[in-house]
């Protein structure tokens, strides 16, 4: 349900809203515009519309959201977007965030050494597998929890905030010690018992949206991480399974504008895991950010050929320079910076 306040609603009647709404036991998301305020009012649908919210004084309009997702329409944010930091990094404040980093935490030179060369080409966040989702058992699974501290001992040396794929709840806790972000991978973006335990997390959250989901699905799977009270949601289009195999996935660029539609989170994209191909994630990165994405994702290796995952879709930090200065020219080209 959404509040908008009257103009000249003052901050006691305000104030004295939020208290009504508090007393009620519903929970309240308020979101000051120039003009109005819109208040986005958090409990079951039916126990709200039997209250007389629009009795109270200031209150101008009560509007039932009538999506199937709630907290991440846009309409919950009064039409504006959401902000979202990770470490001292806004996202979605118009500037294009470049995350990036190897598939894979490998040892301390490797991390250390590409996270080096992407602070200095332009990235401002650090990724980094510490856990990773393999098709095979028998492939490398990723050095757990000393792959967190070589992250956070990364951060220590570059400054770079960083994201890291949870995979299990059982980790949250050390996650919650090491790293800035935490990635919900496509194959778990509707495990549901994950997405309620991050949306108990202080840290904000990039939910990547599955290989077989719909955008609807993504929304519904936010609106979990959301329901749970962790507001600060990126959410990343990857790539989809579709007839084509020339690719790895088929990265779904229409979901950008309809996200940025439909929602009032931040939308990334990744590039590197939509297309599966070295030579084809520069174009693809370009076109996300004439889309309009928030910010993009890059996996980068300075060896690909020795990488344990994803060797062939890594750029080479060479390349990614590249990749940064012909971002920088869409980003102003769309009205965006860099
Ligand atoms: C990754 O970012 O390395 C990854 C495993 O991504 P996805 O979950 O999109 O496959
Ligand atoms: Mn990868």
């Known amino acids: 349900m959404i509040i908008v306040t009257k103009t000249d609603a003052t901050e006691e009647q305000i104030q004295h809203i939020l208290d009504r709404i508090v007393e009620w036991g519903l929970k309240a998301e308020v979101s000051r515009g120039a003009l109005r305020t819109v208040i986005g009012v958090i409990g079951s649908e039916d126990s709200i519309r039997e209250k007389p919210i629009a009795a109270i004084p200031g209150v101008e309009s009560v509007t039932p959201v009538l999506k199937p997702y709630k907290l991440v329409a846009r309409e919950f944010r009064g039409g504006n977007a959401s902000k979202v930091k990770i470490g001292n990094v806004t996202i979605g404040d118009g500037e294009i965030v470049i995350m990036s980093g190897p598939c894979s935490v490998e040892n301390k030179d490797q991390i250390s050494s590409i996270a080096k060369e992407i602070k200095k080409a332009g990235a401002k966040v650090l990724r980094g597998g510490a856990y990773k989702p393999r098709t095979s058992p028998y492939a490398f699974q990723g050095l757990g929890t000393e792959g967190l501290r070589l992250l956070a001992e990364t951060r220590e040396e570059t400054g770079l905030p960083v994201i890291t794929e949870i995979m299990d709840t059982k980790h949250l806790e050390e996650m919650e010690k090491y790293a800035d972000?935490?990635?919900?991978?496509?194959?778990?973006?509707?495990?549901?018992?994950?997405?309620?335990?991050?949306?108990?997390?202080?840290?904000?959250?990039?939910l990547k949206r599955g290989?077989?989901?719909?955008?609807?699905?993504?929304?519904?799977?936010?609106?979990?991480?959301?329901?749970?009270?962790?507001?600060?949601?990126?959410?990343?289009?990857?790539?989809?399974?579709?007839?084509?195999?020339?690719?790895?996935?088929?990265?779904?660029?229409?979901?950008?504008?309809?996200?940025?539609?439909?929602?009032?989170?931040?939308?990334?994209?990744?590039?590197?895991?939509g297309i599966g191909l070295r030579d084809h994630v520069v174009s693809m990165a370009l076109a996300a950010v004439a889309a309009g994405a928030d910010g993009i994702m890059v996996e980068v290796h300075n060896s690909p050929e020795l990488a344990k995952s994803d060797g062939e879709q890594a750029l080479l930090p060479g390349e990614f320079v590249d990749l940064v200065a012909r971002v920088r020219k869409v980003a102003e080209a769309v009205g965006r910076s860099l």
């Open 181 to 206: 972000c935490l990635q919900i991978g496509a194959r778990n973006m509707q495990n549901f018992s994950l997405l309620k335990e991050v949306g108990r997390s202080k840290l904000p959250v990039m």
């Open 211 to 273: 290989m077989s989901a719909t955008i609807k699905d993504l929304l519904m799977s936010a609106e979990y991480i959301l329901s749970e009270g962790n507001f600060n949601v990126l959410l990343c289009e990857r790539g989809i399974r579709t007839f084509e195999t020339y690719t790895r996935n088929t990265l779904d660029l229409n979901a950008v504008p309809v996200l940025k539609a439909e929602t009032h989170l931040p939308v990334i994209v990744d590039p590197t895991h």
